[in-house]
């Protein structure tokens, strides 16, 4: 059984690759991003995606960007190296890990001393995005580690979007929880919700499964409350795109409407995340913006039109599951029950969160 799973960035002989997600599962397309502006691209349409995947891509972006920057004083490097971020940052408001990476490059680069060169002001931003890359892979190892506990013998699961290698630096969130138990030859059965209106779950969860060789079947979105109703689920993991203080947690449009079904069948719900989904500046999920995408992406489905022409839709590309939903949230620190708050911090220094 293999234990290694796929790597979706890579950066090597200069140069940063992703695989271009939007053409999952038909062609794995392998794409090179060249500036901060393909990176704001890739990022918005979805070509990397994934929590903590847009923070890594989003951090080499940051390099991209300020790589050709010749002129000016360490000042005006900084300035220019906050506006990158910024617009970086733009890209997408809902995953906390993008602006957490970025502020994160920001605060190495201004505790330097104003005589460093741009040379190594440069060298150090590369640096800093690779460490935050390596330092993702080992983490959802950890959590896959640390969650695979929680899974029962002969378990059925369900989960949601897609939460692997793809959305993360390699291993995944809820995906590394699952694989590591799949590993221990505890999991019967996965299964992957399509994840509308973009089938996450269905275009790329399925072809990371059927890579690690775990058994799993697609529902559509609406089939898992009939499934938990007839006692064919065990449990739920997904992954996470923002946890406030209280543990209240943003994610795939969808996650909210399981949280609830789970609760009324008496199923554990469980959020697999790094601390760098966790934002302790905001006290709870009513302060977390939710992206609303094009209505294009619900008025056809996978690219053909479904809908007579002129109908109105209204996309949320997330929901808010309240903290009183979730079981206990799966990180590399250990897995963190009930009261959140208190033992979040606890768990996580105040430093690293
Ligand atoms: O819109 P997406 O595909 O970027 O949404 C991704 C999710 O909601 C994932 O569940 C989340 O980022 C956790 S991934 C480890």
Same mark, same amino acid.
């Given at each position: 059984?293999?234990?290694?799973?796929?790597?979706?960035?890579?950066?090597?002989?200069?140069?940063?690759?992703?695989?271009?997600?939007?053409?999952?599962?038909?062609?794995?397309?392998?794409?090179?991003?060249? !500036?901060?502006?393909?990176?704001?691209?890739?990022?918005?349409?979805?070509?990397?995606?994934?929590?903590?995947?847009?923070?890594?891509?989003?951090?080499?972006?940051?390099?991209?960007?300020?790589?050709?920057?010749?002129?000016?004083?360490?000042?005006?490097? *900084?300035?220019?190296?906050?506006?990158?971020?910024?617009?970086?940052?733009?890209?997408?408001?809902?995953?906390?890990?993008?602006?957490?990476?970025?502020?994160?490059?920001?605060?190495?680069?201004?505790?330097?001393?104003?005589?460093?060169?741009?040379?190594?002001?440069?060298?150090?931003?590369?640096?800093?995005?690779?460490?935050?890359?390596?330092?993702?892979?080992?983490?959802?190892?950890?959590?896959?580690?640390?969650?695979?506990?929680?899974?029962?013998?002969?378990?059925?699961?369900?989960?949601?979007?897609?939460?692997?290698?793809?959305?993360?630096?390699?291993?995944?969130?809820?995906?590394?929880?699952?694989?590591?138990?799949?590993?221990?030859?505890?999991?019967?059965?996965?299964?992957? +919700?399509?994840?509308?209106?973009?089938?996450?779950?269905?275009?790329? !969860?399925?072809?990371?499964?059927?890579?690690?060789?775990?058994?799993?079947?697609?529902?559509?979105?609406?089939?898992?409350?009939?499934?938990?109703?007839?006692?064919?689920?065990?449990?739920?993991?997904?992954?996470? +795109?923002?946890? /406030?203080?209280?543990?209240?947690?943003?994610?795939?449009?969808?996650?909210?409407?399981?949280?609830?079904?789970?609760?009324?069948?008496?199923?554990?719900?469980?959020?697999?995340?790094?601390?760098?989904?966790?934002?302790?500046?905001?006290?709870?999920?009513?302060?977390?913006?939710?992206?609303?995408?094009?209505?294009?992406?619900?008025?056809?489905?996978?690219?053909?039109?479904?809908?007579?022409?002129?109908?109105? /839709?209204?996309?949320?590309?997330?929901?808010? !599951?309240?903290?009183?939903? *979730?079981?206990?949230? *799966?990180?590399?620190?250990?897995?963190?029950?009930?009261?959140?708050?208190?033992?979040?911090?606890?768990?996580?220094?105040?430093?690293?969160?």
């Amino acid at each position: 059984m293999k234990d290694e799973l796929y790597q979706s960035i890579e950066w090597r002989d200069g140069g940063l690759y992703i695989i271009d997600q939007t053409q999952l599962p038909a062609e794995e397309l392998i794409i090179q991003l060249e !500036t901060a502006e393909q990176v704001w691209e890739a990022i918005r349409q979805l070509k990397v995606r994934g929590a903590p995947a847009i923070g890594i891509t989003g951090a080499y972006g940051l390099y991209l960007g300020i790589r050709d920057f010749e002129e000016g004083s360490y000042e005006s490097f *900084i300035q220019e190296s906050r506006r990158l971020a910024d617009y970086l940052n733009s890209s997408r408001p809902t995953a906390v890990n993008l602006s957490w990476a970025l502020n994160h490059i920001l605060e190495k680069i201004s505790g330097q001393d104003g005589s460093t060169s741009l040379s190594n002001l440069k060298k150090l931003i590369l640096h800093t995005a690779i460490a935050i890359h390596d330092e993702d892979r080992q983490l959802c190892k950890q959590i896959g580690e640390n969650g695979r506990e929680l899974v029962p013998d002969g378990a059925n699961i369900l989960t949601h979007c897609n939460t692997g290698g793809l959305a993360t630096g390699q291993y995944g969130t809820a995906f590394s929880v699952i694989f590591h138990a799949h590993l221990q030859g505890k999991v019967e059965q996965v299964w992957v +919700d399509e994840t509308r209106p973009l089938l996450q779950g269905a275009r790329l !969860t399925t072809w990371e499964f059927q890579k690690a060789s775990v058994p799993h079947s697609l529902i559509v979105d609406s089939a898992a409350g009939f499934l938990m109703s007839r006692g064919k689920v065990d449990m739920i993991v997904t992954g996470a +795109d923002r946890i /406030a203080k209280n543990g209240d947690t943003a994610n795939k449009i969808g996650t909210y409407t399981l949280s609830v079904l789970a609760k009324e069948h008496g199923i554990p719900f469980y959020i697999a995340a790094p601390y760098s989904t966790l934002d302790m500046n905001i006290d709870n999920g009513s302060q977390i913006e939710i992206e609303l995408r094009d209505e294009e992406e619900v008025l056809a489905f996978n690219h053909q039109p479904s809908t007579p022409s002129g109908t109105k /839709a209204y996309n949320p590309a997330f929901d808010i !599951t309240p903290h009183q939903n *979730i079981s206990a949230i *799966i990180t590399e620190k250990g897995i963190i029950y009930p009261e959140f708050e208190k033992n979040i911090r606890e768990r996580f220094s105040v430093a690293e969160v």
